[in-house]
C-alpha cells in the first residue's frame, strides 16, 4: 500500500468508486480508494439498478443525465459490462396533480436538454402492455431510463480508474483518521498508513461511523427498503424486446423487466430506519428479513396496475438498507469548519446520482469549484442544529415522501421548531404560518389567529394570497413589523478586516458608518454571495447574507483568511432582530430611540450601534420591500422587549405583522432577485446584473473572469417579467419561450400585490432581455404570455426607499 497521496477515499461504493474515477479522469491520479471488504460490500451491490432523470432539484437531474450518458464510456474504458438497458423509462400520472406535477417536469426538462415528452395511454399501453392503462390519465416519457447491473457499474469506475493510475484497495478498513496541524491527514489501516493532504468519506453505510473517527457527527440514517423480483412472466418471455422502466408517483412504486420477469419496488407509508445507533462494521453482503406486512398494501396497488404481477410467483424478496441525508439528497462537498475533509454521503440514488456526484467532487477539488451550481447537494446547506436524532427523522419523512408530491407552498411538518426566537409563541398566537430554513422557524404569512393558521398545499395561488395582499398593502401605506432572525451574520474584526474583505467582495466597501451591496465571485467569476456589507470602522464589519447559505459562506470566509491579521465569526445566531417598513416606519421609530432620525440623522444605508426600544442594538436604514425601512438587530435575549416596545409605538400607525411571502411579493416589483433563487454559482455577475456593484479599480477574487465576461458581454441576462394569468403563478424552474423555442428558465416569482401582476424573475438570451420583449411561460403546461419589464414597476426610481 501507498505511504503518500493527495487524496484518500474512504468506501469501495458506487459513491466512492465514481470519485476515484473522476479524479483520475480530471488529472489527480495519485489517489488512493480504500475498502474495508470486497468493494460494493454496503448498500451498492443490492441495489434494483434502475436509473432515471428526473429530480426536485433542476441541476441534480442534470447531474443525472450525466451519469445515465456516462455508462456507455465507462463500459468501453473499463472493459467492465455495467448492463445497461437503456430501454427507456415512464412516470404515470393516476389523478390530475400528478399529471400537473410531470408537465412542470416536462416544463423544466426543456431547458435542461432532457428529452422528456408526454405519450398517449394507448402508446404506453404498446410499450409496456403489462400496464393497465385505465389506472392512469398520462405518462411522461424519458428516453434515458433504464437499468443497470449495480455491482457491474461500481467495479467499471474502479477499474477505469486504475486504468487512468489511480489505486485501489480491498480488505483495507480504515480505522482511524488523525489530523495533522498542516491540515494534511494519516488514514490508519490495520496493515499501515497513508499520509494524504485530503480525505473524502464515502462510507455509504458507515458513512456515520467513518465521520466519527474525525469527530463529525452526519445526520445520515440508513432505512430498510424492499423489493421483489417475479418467475418468469410469460407475456415477457414471449417478446423481443425489454419493457420500458416505470414509475407510478401515487403507488410509491417503481418497476421493470428483471430477466424474464419482473422487479417492483416500493417505498412504504411507515419507514423503517435501520441500525440507528450505528451500522455493524461485521455487517456486509448480508439482506435483511423482508418484513412484507410492512409493503403488503403497496404490492396490492402495484398487482392492481401490473395484473400479471398476482399471477406471477416471487423468486426474491430484498430487504436492504442504504442511506438518506434529511431532504433526501445528497449531502457532498468539505465539510464546513473542517479542513482537507470532504464529505460524499447521503446519495440514495447511487446508480443515477454517483456519475455526477463524483464529477462535482472532482472538479470541487481539482478546480476549487463544481462547473454548475450544487447547493442542492453541498453538506453546507445544513447546520449543526442537523443532529444525528434529526437525520434519522427527516431521512425517514423522506424515505416516506420519495414519490410523493410535495407542492411548491408545502413545508414538511418532520424536524421542525429546531430553532426558534424569543418571539415564537407570540407569533404563533397572532396566526403565524411558520416555514423553516436553516433549522429556523421564519413566518411565511399571517393568518386570523392560530385557529385559521393552515396553508392548503397547491400549484395554484392558496388561501395565503388575500392574507399576504393585507401584508403587503399595510407595508405600502402603513408600516409593517417583519422578524429578520434568519438572516446570516459575519463579523470580521481586527487590523486586516477591510484589506481582506476588499479582496474577498467584488464591490466598493462602505465608510464607516455605512452599507454597501456587494456581490462576492469564485475565482470563475460565478456568484457565490449578494451581501449586505456594513462597516462600523476599518477594523470592525458586519456581512448580512442569506441564512440558508450562512455555513456555505462561512466556509468561504475560513478558507481564505490566510494571511490575514482579523477574526471571522458566524454571528447569525448572536443576532436576532426585527424590520420596519413603511412610510410609517420613520415615526414609529422615533417613538423608540433617542437618536435623530430623520433623513439626514439617519441616511439611506446609514448604520450604527445604538438603542432601540430600550435595549442595545444595532440599527441600519435598509430596504428589501422598496419602502423607507429599518433593520434592528438585538442579541436574541432582548428580541422580546425590542418586539413589545414595537408594539407599542405603533399605536394609531397601522402597524400590520407581515412575513416571508409579502417580502417576497414586494421585492418583485422592485426586480429584485434573491439568493438561493436567482443568484447562485450558475450564474455570473454580469448575467445577474449585480456587476454594477462591482469596483473595477480594486483587485478581487475573480476580477479577471468578470474582466472577461465584461469585454465578451454576458450570453444570458436575468430579466423581469410580467406574466398575464388569472390564478396560478410561477413556482420556479419553468421554461421560458420565444416563437415557440425554449430560451430561458424561471428562477423566482410570484404575485405582486402592489401592482397586482403576475411577476417573474428568469434568465433570457442577452437579445431578449430589453423592456417589451414578448414571451411565453409554460406554467403547468400551459402557455401564457409574459413581458419583460426593464424598470421596477414599483418606485422606479427608489424615492421611497431614500426618503
Ligand atoms: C434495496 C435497494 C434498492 C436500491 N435501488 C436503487 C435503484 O434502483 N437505483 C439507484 O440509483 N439506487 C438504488 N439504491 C441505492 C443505492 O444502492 C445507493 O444509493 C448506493 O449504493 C450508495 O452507494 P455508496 O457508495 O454511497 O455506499 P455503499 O454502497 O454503502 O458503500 C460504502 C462502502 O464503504 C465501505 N466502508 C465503510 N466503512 C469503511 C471503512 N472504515 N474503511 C474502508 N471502507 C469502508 C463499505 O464496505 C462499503 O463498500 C438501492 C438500495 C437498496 C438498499
Known amino acids: 500500500m501507498e505511504s503518500q497521496a493527495r487524496v484518500v477515499i474512504i468506501g469501495g461504493g458506487v459513491v466512492g468508486c465514481s470519485i476515484l474515477f ?22 451498492s451491490w443490492h441495489a434494483a439498478g434502475q436509473i432515471h432523470t428526473i429530480s426536485s432539484d433542476p441541476n441534480i437531474s442534470r447531474l443525472q443525465g450525466y451519469t445515465i450518458n456516462l455508462y456507455k464510456e465507462l463500459e468501453e474504458l473499463s472493459g467492465q459490462s455495467v448492463g445497461l438497458h437503456n430501454t427507456g423509462g415512464f412516470y404515470a400520472a393516476s389523478n390530475k396533480d400528478w399529471y400537473d406535477y410531470l408537465k412542470r417536469e416536462r416544463s423544466k426538462a426543456r431547458y435542461m436538454g432532457l428529452d422528456q415528452e408526454f405519450i398517449s395511454l394507448k402508446e ?24 443497470i447491473d449495480p455491482s457491474g457499474v461500481t467495479y467499471a469506475y474502479a477499474k477505469a480508474a486504475k486504468k487512468l493510475g489511480a489505486s485501489y484497495h480491498t480488505h483495507a478498513a480504515v480505522i482511524e483518521t488523525n489530523q495533522r496541524a498542516d491540515g494534511s491527514w ?21 458513512a456515520r461511523e467513518v465521520g466519527r ?19 418468469t412472466i410469460p407475456e415477457i418471455a414471449a417478446r423481443e424486446e425489454r419493457l420500458p422502466a416505470g414509475i407510478d408517483y401515487e403507488g410509491n412504486i417503481y418497476f421493470r423487466q428483471e430477466g424474464q420477469g419482473m422487479l417492483l419496488g416500493t417505498y412504504e407509508p411507515k419507514a423503517t430506519p435501520w441500525m440507528v445507533g450505528g451500522t455493524p462494521q461485521n455487517f456486509g453482503h448480508e439482506l435483511l428479513e423482508p418484513q412484507l406486512e410492512h409493503i403488503a398494501e403497496r404490492l396490492e396497488l402495484g398487482f392492481e396496475r401490473i395484473p400479471a404481477l398476482k399471477e406471477a410467483g416471487i423468486k426474491d424478496m ?36 454517483a456519475g455526477g456526484v463524483g464529477k462535482c467532487l472532482a472538479e470541487w477539488m481539482i478546480d476549487g469549484e463544481p462547473e454548475i451550481d450544487v447547493w442542492a447537494m453541498d453538506i453546507a446547506r445544513f447546520g449543526d442544529y442537523a443532529s444525528p436524532d434529526y437525520g434519522t427523522v427527516k431521512a425517514s419523512e423522506n424515505y416516506e415522501r420519495r414519490f410523493l408530491l410535495t407542492f411548491p407552498n408545502e413545508t414538511l411538518p418532520k424536524g421542525r421548531r429546531m430553532r426558534t426566537t424569543a418571539l415564537y409563541d407570540r407569533l404563533t398566537a397572532k396566526g403565524a404560518v411558520w416555514g423553516n430554513g436553516f433549522g429556523l422557524e421564519a413566518v411565511l404569512w399571517y393568518a386570523d389567529g392560530p385557529d385559521d393558521a393552515h396553508e392548503e398545499p397547491t400549484f395554484r395561488r392558496s388561501r395565503a394570497h388575500d392574507y399576504v395582499a393585507r401584508e403587503v398593502r399595510a407595508v405600502r401605506e402603513a408600516v409593517g413589523l417583519t422578524e429578520i432572525a434568519n438572516f446570516a451574520k459575519h463579523s470580521f474584526r481586527g487590523p486586516d478586516a477591510r484589506k481582506f474583505l476588499d479582496r474577498v467582495m467584488a464591490g466598493r466597501l462602505p465608510k464607516p458608518g455605512r452599507i454597501a451591496l456587494s456581490p462576492m465571485l469564485t475565482p470563475k467569476g460565478k456568484l457565490y454571495g449578494d451581501l449586505t456589507v456594513a462597516c ?5 464589519f458586519m456581512i448580512f447574507g442569506s441564512g440558508a447559505a450562512q455555513e456555505m459562506h462561512r466556509r468561504w470566509f475560513e478558507s481564505n483568511l490566510d494571511g490575514y491579521d482579523l477574526q471571522y465569526a458566524n454571528e447569525s445566531r448572536r443576532y436576532h432582530g426585527i424590520g420596519l417598513s413603511g412610510p410609517n416606519a420613520r415615526e414609529l421609530l422615533a417613538r423608540i430611540t433617542r437618536d435623530d432620525v430623520s433623513n439626514e440623522g439617519l441616511k439611506f444605508r446609514d448604520i450604527r450601534r445604538t438603542f432601540v426600544g430600550m435595549v442595545p442594538a444595532i440599527l441600519a436604514r435598509l430596504s428589501f420591500s422598496g419602502e423607507l425601512g429599518y433593520e434592528i438587530y438585538v442579541e436574541p435575549e432582548y428580541q422580546l422587549k425590542l418586539y413589545e416596545s414595537i408594539l407599542e409605538a405603533g399605536e394609531g400607525l397601522g402597524l400590520t405583522h407581515y412575513g416571508l411571502r409579502a417580502l417576497m411579493s414586494l421585492r418583485l416589483e422592485k426586480n429584485w432577485g434573491a439568493w438561493t433563487l436567482d443568484f447562485r454559482p450558475d450564474y455570473t455577475a454580469a448575467q445577474s446584473g449585480l456587476d454594477a456593484f462591482i469596483d473595477w479599480d480594486k483587485d478581487f477574487i475573480g476580477k479577471q473572469a ?13 430579466a423581469t417579467m410580467t406574466i398575464d ?14 416563437d415557440g423555442e425554449c430560451v430561458g428558465y424561471v428562477t423566482s416569482g410570484g404575485y405582486a400585490h402592489h401592482v397586482q401582476k403576475s411577476m417573474a424573475l428568469g434568465y433570457v438570451p442577452t437579445a431578449l432581455a430589453t423592456d417589451g420583449t414578448a414571451l411565453e411561460v409554460e406554467i403547468n403546461g400551459e402557455m401564457y404570455p409574459a413581458k419583460i419589464v426593464g424598470a421596477p414597476l414599483y418606485d422606479p426610481t427608489g424615492e421611497k426607499m431614500r426618503a
Open 318 to 353: 430484498i430487504n436492504g438498507p442504504f442511506t438518506f441525508g434529511p431532504d433526501g439528497n445528497p449531502m457532498i462537498g468539505p465539510v464546513p469548519g473542517m479542513r482537507n475533509y470532504w464529505a460524499a454521503v447521503g446519495v440514495m440514488a447511487g446508480f443515477c446520482q
Open 186 to 206: 494519516d488514514v490508519v489501516t490495520k496493515d499501515g498508513s497513508i499520509h494524504a493532504e485530503h480525505i473524502v468519506n464515502a462510507g455509504g453505510l458507515w
Open 725 to 738: 394569468t388569472d390564478d396560478i403563478d410561477v413556482s420556479n424552474d419553468e421554461a421560458i419561450l420565444k
Open 22 to 43: 473522476h479524479l483520475a479522469k480530471l488529472g489527480w491520479q495519485d489517489c488512493v480508494l480504500l475498502e474495508r471488504n470486497e468493494l460494493t460490500s454496503g448498500s
Open 213 to 231: 473517527l474525525s469527530g463529525l457527527n452526519l445526520p445520515v440514517q440508513p432505512m430498510e427498503h424492499h423489493y421483489l423480483i417475479t418467475e
Open 706 to 718: 468578470a474582466l472577461d465576461e465584461r469585454e465578451a458581454g454576458p450570453a444570458m441576462k436575468l
Open 536 to 540: 462600523f470602522d476599518d477594523n470592525d
Open 124 to 147: 404506453l399501453s404498446e410499450r409496456h402492455p403489462l400496464i393497465d392503462t385505465s389506472r392512469y390519465i398520462a405518462a411522461l416519457w424519458d428516453p434515458l431510463d433504464g437499468d
